[in-house]
């Protein structure tokens, strides 16, 4: 293997047969998807320098280390609603699979479902079913114990606004309670919401309200990554900005921020991702811990 070292990542401009097998090995002894083996075939036999390049691509602000089981739990977890969006199938079926290792119980996993549907809808919901519905019953229990971040834990009750859901009708309360929310949490009443109460406040009362149940076991924290996440792939300025606030005011550190924005970089904008964000929350970024 002919290699050399520039900057501490490592470089090889050419590979034998013999180690282009045992790359090609190491997704293979997972048994995960076959799209794991195929896409790194495509990478070993036609760049070699760009697969072992990219299998230094995961740093913790410059550190070399391995991911931890949260970083891993979080990759997997960020990735899930971004191809329940795009409604790659393959994908999803290799998240479960990789949440249900480390751990996460699979009513879990369809919590994160369930909040993804508010982006992807029905249709999301339908490449989910097609992806895993066939084998999400015979799915036991889980074998290990996940490991979140430090003070990530369960809060359904951070989600309500104080709804009145006897009625359709929003009303005044409903306002004033879903208007103090937003005030309380991110400092302001973002435009989609004025917006929406200004021309159909009933939808924003139901749609608010499905937001509220979607997660309710998982810890809170996975409502504002997940947002971040979709709206880092749309490049939706104001979505990333509400996103990060609520990911500031709920104790999500940035590393974990900046990675979300890395593997968005990475596996679906190229560097023009971080346009939006370094518009839209450098700012938030730099006040938080």
């Known amino acids: 293997m002919s290699e050399v ?9 050419e590979l034998s047969e013999e180690e282009k097998n045992e790359l090609l090995m190491r997704p293979w002894a997972r048994r995960g998807p076959l799209y794991q ?18 299998g230094s691509m995961y740093c913790d602000n410059g550190s070399h280390d391995e991911p931890s089981p949260p970083d891993l739990l979080l990759w997997a977890a960020q990735n899930l609603p971004s191809y329940v969006m795009l409604g790659w199938e393959r994908g999803i079926h290799n998240e479960f699979n990789t949440l249900r290792k480390l751990g996460m119980p699979k009513e879990q996993v369809m919590e994160i479902v369930m909040f993804s549907q508010l982006y992807a809808g029905m249709r999301g919901l339908g490449h989910v079913y097609r992806a895993v519905g066939d084998f999400l019953p015979a799915w036991g229990p889980p074998t290990v114990e996940m490991e ?31 208007e103090s929310w937003y005030e309380r949490n991110i400092g302001y009443v973002p435009n989609s919401i004025l917006f929406g109460l200004k021309y159909h406040p009933e939808f924003v009362k139901v749609n608010r309200a ?17 947002m971040m996440r979709m709206n880092a792939v749309s490049q939706n300025r104001e979505g990333l900005r509400e996103a990060a606030l609520l990911s500031k005011a709920w104790g999500i550190k940035r590393k974990y921020l900046v990675h979300l924005l890395n593997g968005v970089v990475h596996y679906f904008a190229g560097f023009e ?4 964000p370094a518009a839209a929350i450098d700012d938030v970024l730099e006040s938080m811990e």
Do not use: C, H
């Open 148 to 178: 979140w971040p430090e003070g990530w834990v369960a809060d359904p009750d951070a989600f309500r606004s104080g709804l009145d859901l006897s009625t359709r009708e929003m009303t005044s309360a409903d306002r004033q309670n879903l």
């Open 210 to 226: 499905k937001w509220e149940v979607a997660i309710r076991t998982l810890p809170k924290q996975m409502a504002p990554l997940i």
């Open 37 to 54: 083996l195929y896409s790194a075939a495509l990478m070993i036999d036609y760049n070699p320098t760009f697969v072992t390049v990219r």
């Open 273 to 276: 991702g971080f346009y939006a």
């Open 5 to 13: 070292i520039a900057g501490g990542i490592r470089v090889v401009d």
